[in-house]
T-cell receptor, first 112, second 116 residues
């Protein structure tokens, strides 16, 4: 079955880069996603990457995908206090009916 | 464009009571999802509708949970009777079609259920 894992916490200083990592087990994953969840709010899609891509950049966000190792990362450049939130990686696969399978979430804390 | 609306925002009930949650998806979105997010975990899909038909309910505890989307628009999720372990945030999401990379799923703010 699918399994998506993330480290629980990450603390960075404002202005530094943040790197949030994720590993997954389903080799048939077609799309991989990063969602952001702020306290009391729903999930906001930040970016996604198709499984045949290695990298995707969108303003301050860079997604790297190592399909061989089933490893996904999200880099946030120039991290701001407003980036403090929980970040979830997720995947969809054809065998899963295209439902989202989420990781456990990484809580990012940005300190001044 | 209005987002996914859910109500109530918060609900506290005693174990063995019943509860219902309501979701109004984004207009025109054919696919609707209910996710359960237990504190400290990622959301887990409970049920997925395509219009008014069920696509996936493999993770729905059918002995106590039920959901419907009778007219292919609004949806309700019911728990009867509730257990302590049902305490969680229940998230509704919708998308234009079955979720794929180019079809974003939009999430509501969720209903936080506490069972005491």
């Amino acid at each position: 079955g699918e399994d998506v894992e993330q480290s629980l916490f990450l603390s960075v200083r404002e202005g530094d880069s943040s790197v949030i990592n994720c590993t997954y087990t389903d080799s048939s994953s077609t799309y991989l996603y990063w969602y952001k969840q702020e306290p009391g709010a729903g999930l906001q899609l930040l970016t996604y990457i198709f499984s045949n891509m290695d990298m995707k950049q969108d303003q301050r966000l860079t997604v790297l995908l190592n399909k061989k190792d089933k490893h996904l990362s999200l880099r946030i450049a120039d991290t701001q206090t407003g980036d403090s939130a929980i970040y979830f990686c997720a995947e969809t696969s054809p065998g899963g009916g295209n439902k989202l399978t989420f990781g456990t979430g990484t809580q990012l804390k940005v300190e001044l | 464009e209005a987002g996914v609306a859910q109500s109530p925002r918060y609900k506290i009930i005693e174990k063995r009571q019943s509860v219902a949650f309501w979701c109004n998806p984004i207009s025109g979105h054919a696919t609707l999802y209910w996710y359960q997010q237990i504190l400290g975990q990622g959301p887990k899909l409970l049920i997925q509708f395509q219009n008014n038909g069920v696509v996936d309910d493999s993770q729905l505890p059918k002995d106590r949970f039920s959901a419907e989307r009778l007219k292919g628009v609004d949806s309700t999720l019911k728990i009867q009777p509730a257990k302590l372990e049902d305490s969680a945030v229940y998230l509704c999401a919708s998308s234009l079609a079955q979720h794929s990379g180019s079809t974003e799923a939009f999430f509501g703010q969720g209903t936080r259920l506490t069972v005491v």
